[in-house]
T-cell receptor, first 116, second 113 residues
Framework: NAGVMQNPRHLVRRRGQEARLRCSPVKGHSHVYWYRQLPEEGLKFMVYLQKENIIDESGMPKERFSAEFPKEGPSILRIQQVVRGDSAAYFC??????????????FGPGTRLTVL | GDSVTQMEGPVTLSEEAFLTINCTYTATGYPSLFWYVQYPGEGLQLLLKATKADDKGSNKGFEATYRKETTSFHLEKGSVQVSDSAVYFCALLIYNQGGKLIFGQGTELSVKP
């Protein structure tokens, strides 16, 4: 069984470019979560999506960041006009049911974004 | 607001030493508590969890007990190995508030032979 897959594993962008991060959840999981790990910090929740719906985006920066989880295909975290402060590791997690009852979230290996 | 506080690292121990990593939390609702481990260059793996007060989570020799009276979930292991070197994250999730895991800042553990 494949776990959560993220690609690319490493992404380098220049300031002002766009970054697109992909996450394929565990097969059969319809709930996806994105987290960001800034250098020397813990992980911070960004957004929670269910197929075709954004459930909770309370951790998303108000500008330049967007996320989607279409009916078919991976979840995408999109960062427009990247700045150096966006350099971080971005982790995706998935669960088979909503995690609010204590269900485990399975994490991917992360995408490490470097903005030059 | 909801938050998790962990003891600061890095923690350096000799092999076979006893490990404690302190974790306390503040929660407005009823939390489930988790310990995740992150090995270098990898994602997070669930180490153990507890979903109600007085529950003890355990896995691979690690244990943690959900203490509601002290709002704590300290991680312990009786005899650490070099392979336990990693970053450990305590986290909480509020029941029925979606899937937002709230993490502590992480504690880096280094075990020397």
């Amino acid at each position: 069984n494949a776990g959560v897959m993220q690609n690319p594993r490493h992404l380098v962008r220049r300031r002002g470019q766009e970054a697109r991060l992909r996450c394929s959840p565990v097969k059969g999981h319809s709930h996806v979560y994105w987290y960001r790990q800034l250098p020397e910090e813990g992980l911070k929740f960004m957004v929670y999506l269910q197929k075709e719906n954004i459930i909770d985006e309370s951790g998303m920066p108000k500008e330049r960041f967007s996320a989607e989880f279409p009916k078919e295909g991976p979840s995408i975290l999109r960062i427009q006009q990247v700045v150096r402060g966006d350099s971080a590791a971005y982790f995706c997690a998935s669960s088979p049911v909503p995690s609010g009852g204590g269900t485990e979230q399975f994490f991917g290996p992360g995408t490490r974004l470097t903005v030059l | 607001g909801d938050s998790v506080t962990q003891m600061e690292g890095p923690v350096t121990l000799s092999e076979e030493a006893f490990l404690t990593i302190n974790c306390t939390y503040t929660a407005t609702g009823y939390p489930s508590l988790f310990w995740y481990v992150q090995y270098p260059g990898e994602g997070l793996q669930l180490l153990l969890k507890a979903t109600k007060a007085d529950d003890k989570g355990s896995n691979k020799g690690f244990e943690a007990t959900y203490r509601k009276e002290t709002t704590s979930f300290h991680l312990e292991k009786g005899s650490v190995q070099v392979s336990d070197s990693a970053v450990y994250f305590c986290a909480l999730l509020i029941y029925n508030q979606g899937g937002k895991l709230i993490f502590g800042q992480g504690t880096e553990l280094s075990v020397k032979p």
